[in-house]
């Protein structure tokens, strides 16, 4: 049994939750064209409206699925001319692409590609990291949540990732804080998503 199995009906309860603010933020149409970096197909079905949706990801061929087309491509170099899209939207994404230049190229992608975009990410200073579901541990050095992530935490607990897991997942997450964020995306307004009266993820709105 894997911890994010047991946790899909609250990432549910919470994305449709975000979808549904999506949805009335950006008056959501069906002639709407919209570009999801990173994303799946699984947020669109928590919507009314049915846009034209290019879904672009590294993880998987490009191929037709009727309004859905999924293209093999990097989010910081995307095969798009400037405003080539209504909306870009990213959600959960931008923490995962590597590195401070990574992130930037990723974010100037999605501010040259549409004139509107939404972005989410984690919040750094939430109590939990969504990614090992575990309390405080991601506010230390790495070397420490190397040793501690299989025992402080329920990915670690539940799943018992190899060392190499690990490893890979602490080299592929820099969470960031708000700061940070609000760096890449100068045009847009910040939002915080809040639960339990703390803020959880950071929303880059630029309307």
């Known amino acids: 049994m894997s911890i994010?199995?047991?946790?899909?009906?609250?990432q549910v309860l919470f994305r449709g939750s975000r979808m549904r603010r999506f949805a009335e933020m950006f008056s959501l149409s069906d002639s709407m064209r919209i570009i999801d970096v990173g994303g799946r197909k699984s947020n669109w079905t928590l919507v009314d409206k049915q846009p034209d949706i290019t879904i672009t990801n590294i993880e998987f061929n490009s191929y037709e699925d009727g309004r859905f087309h999924y293209v093999h491509t990097d989010g910081g170099k995307l095969p798009y001319a400037d405003q080539s899209f209504d909306l870009c939207y990213s959600n959960s994404v931008i923490e995962h692409v590597g590195g401070e230049n990574a992130r930037k190229l990723f974010a100037e992608e999605i501010r040259r590609i549409a004139p509107r975009y939404y972005v989410q990410t984690p919040y750094k200073w939430f109590f939990t990291d969504p990614?090992?579901?575990g309390p405080f541990v991601h506010w230390l050095p790495k070397a420490w949540q190397r040793?501690?992530?299989?025992?402080?935490?329920f990915w670690g607990l539940v799943d018992r990732p190899s060392q190499a897991k690990i490893d890979a997942l602490l080299e592929e997450i820099n969470l960031l804080s708000e700061r940070e964020f609000a760096a890449l995306f100068p045009d847009a307004t910040i939002l915080r998503e809040r639960f339990l009266g703390m803020t959880k993820s950071l929303i880059a709105v630029r309307l």
């Not at 994010?4 to 609250?10: A, G, Q, R």
């Not at 040793?147 to 935490?153: E, M, Q, V």
């Open 4 to 10: 994010y199995k047991l946790i899909i009906p609250l």
């Open 131 to 133: 990614h090992t579901v």
């Open 147 to 153: 040793k501690l992530i299989r025992w402080c935490s």
